[in-house]
């Protein structure tokens, strides 16, 4: 396909915005929430995530973050608890399965009754290190996150009275909430509790050793992979902690993705269902690479399940370059190092 006149100055510009922008957003930390009993307040993370290797667009994952482990304990049972579903059907991690990356390996996820999402599930590992929630960032906080699927009738399709009520004759579970928090069981403590599980599911990865110094901990392939992945501009939307998740970017900045779709879905308008600006039509929040071998199929609208082609299409639609072959089998390498497995 011809490209059209001037397009290596509208890349060069389009990279130089996307840049700018991620020096502002390389400058903010997302926010995790605290354990206060009262407010149940977010506050800003302080992470010691330095890189030893100065320069690099990406930062290594730290091992963990502040949490209060009864309040994890908590918020575990209840991410697998499927008595927060209208008809006891479906738990979070049905949709969101660990073992899974994530996510649950569906174009879209099925709630009760069988009825399909709208959306490919994103994952959930690592989730603490977006700037916000769900692919059109509706949501500000993970507390805020907890709150779609429960009331949404494609997916939950219950309420907290409804959700409350059972966990409430829950004697043991009761009791264990009073302990944790001595507001007890309520909406807001449920929230707070799979929101503090979510901060835990950190996986660092090989390329975390390699950032902090661990020049064996990557292949030369590997190594390889990572400086086209930079050299390519890959980069430029994936970056920071969570390799992604920290900027919202137009799905199509060098050719017209949507224009190829035989038909558009709600989904497809992304953060312009949250704004309704002109401007945000099929702008989404950048996903986190971390784990992203183990969470095909790929992007919002699950187009592919290979992640050689999923990086092909990137270079396509976002960097407005035909990848070489050789050069894709080198980034989704690269790619894989950095899997990562839930610290117990």
Same mark, same amino acid.
């Given at each position: 396909? @011809?490209?059209?006149?001037?397009?290596?100055?509208?890349?060069?510009?389009?990279?130089?915005? $996307?840049?700018?922008?991620?020096?502002?957003?390389?400058?903010?930390?997302?926010?995790?929430?605290?354990?206060?009993?009262?407010?149940?307040?977010?506050?800003?993370?302080?992470?010691?995530?330095?890189?030893?290797?100065?320069?690099?667009?990406?930062?290594?994952?730290?091992?963990?973050?502040?949490? !209060?482990?009864?309040?994890?304990?908590?918020?575990?049972?209840?991410?697998?608890?499927?008595?927060?579903?209208?008809? !006891?059907?479906?738990?979070?991690?049905?949709?969101?399965?660990?073992?899974?990356?994530?996510?649950? &390996?569906?174009?879209?996820?099925?709630?009760?009754?069988?009825?399909?999402?709208?959306?490919?599930?994103?994952?959930?590992?690592?989730?603490?290190?977006?700037?916000?929630?769900?692919?059109?960032?509706?949501?500000?906080?993970?507390?805020?996150?907890?709150?779609?699927?429960?009331?949404?009738?494609?997916?939950?399709?219950?309420?907290?009275?409804?959700?409350?009520?059972?966990?409430?004759?829950?004697?043991?579970?009761?009791?264990?909430?009073?302990? @944790?928090?001595?507001?007890?069981?309520?909406?807001?403590?449920?929230?707070?509790?799979?929101?503090?599980?979510?901060?835990?599911?950190?996986?660092?990865?090989?390329?975390?050793?390699?950032?902090? &110094? !661990?020049?064996?901990?990557?292949?030369?392939?590997?190594?390889?992979?990572?400086?086209?992945?930079?050299?390519?501009?890959?980069?430029?939307?994936?970056? &920071?902690?969570?390799?992604? &998740?920290?900027?919202?970017?137009?799905?199509?900045?060098?050719?017209?993705?949507?224009?190829?779709?035989?038909?558009?879905?709600?989904?497809?308008?992304?953060?312009?269902?949250?704004?309704?600006?002109?401007?945000?039509?099929?702008?989404?929040?950048?996903?986190?690479?971390?784990? $992203? @071998?183990?969470?095909?199929?790929?992007?919002?609208?699950?187009?592919?399940?290979?992640?050689?082609?999923?990086?092909?299409?990137?270079?396509?639609?976002?960097?407005?370059?035909?990848?070489?072959?050789? !050069?894709?089998?080198?980034?989704?390498?690269?790619?894989?190092?950095?899997?990562?497995?839930?610290?117990?």
């Amino acid at each position: 396909m @011809a490209k059209p006149a001037g397009l290596p100055n509208l890349r060069l510009f389009a990279v130089i915005c $996307v840049l700018a922008v991620t020096a502002v957003g390389a400058l903010l930390y997302p926010r995790l929430a605290a354990s206060p009993d009262a407010a149940l307040e977010p506050m800003p993370a302080l992470l010691a995530t330095t890189p030893i290797r100065p320069g690099e667009p990406l930062l290594p994952l730290p091992d963990s973050l502040p949490v !209060d482990p009864a309040k994890v304990a908590l918020g575990r049972l209840l991410f697998n608890d499927p008595r927060l579903s209208r008809d !006891d059907s479906l738990a979070c991690a049905g949709c969101h399965d660990l073992q899974r990356g994530g996510a649950d &390996g569906l174009p879209v996820s099925r709630g009760v009754d069988g009825k399909k999402g709208g959306i490919n599930a994103p994952t959930v590992l690592n989730a603490a290190f977006n700037f916000r929630q769900f692919w059109d960032g509706r949501a500000a906080t993970l507390e805020e996150q907890v709150e779609g699927p429960v009331h949404n009738p494609l997916e939950m399709a219950a309420d907290w009275d409804q959700v409350l009520a059972k966990l409430q004759a829950d004697k043991e579970l009761r009791s264990r909430f009073a302990s @944790a928090y001595p507001a007890g069981l309520t909406a807001a403590t449920v929230r707070h509790a799979i929101a503090e599980y979510e901060r835990s599911l950190l996986t660092p990865s090989r390329f975390d050793r390699w950032l902090r &110094g !661990d020049d064996t901990a990557l292949s030369d392939e590997e190594k390889a992979g990572y400086r086209l992945f930079k050299r390519h501009g890959c980069s430029s939307c994936h970056q &920071g902690v969570n390799v992604g &998740g920290n900027l919202f970017q137009r799905f199509g900045v060098m050719d017209n993705y949507f224009a190829n779709k035989k038909a558009l879905t709600a989904a497809d308008m992304g953060r312009f269902n949250v704004t309704g600006r002109d401007e945000d039509r099929h702008v989404f929040k950048v996903p986190t690479l971390r784990n $992203v @071998a183990l969470t095909a199929p790929y992007f919002h609208d699950a187009a592919t399940s290979s992640l050689d082609e999923a990086v092909a299409l990137m270079g396509r639609y976002q960097l407005g370059v035909e990848l070489p072959a050789r !050069d894709v089998t080198l980034i989704v390498t690269f790619l894989q190092s950095l899997n990562g497995d839930v610290r117990p």
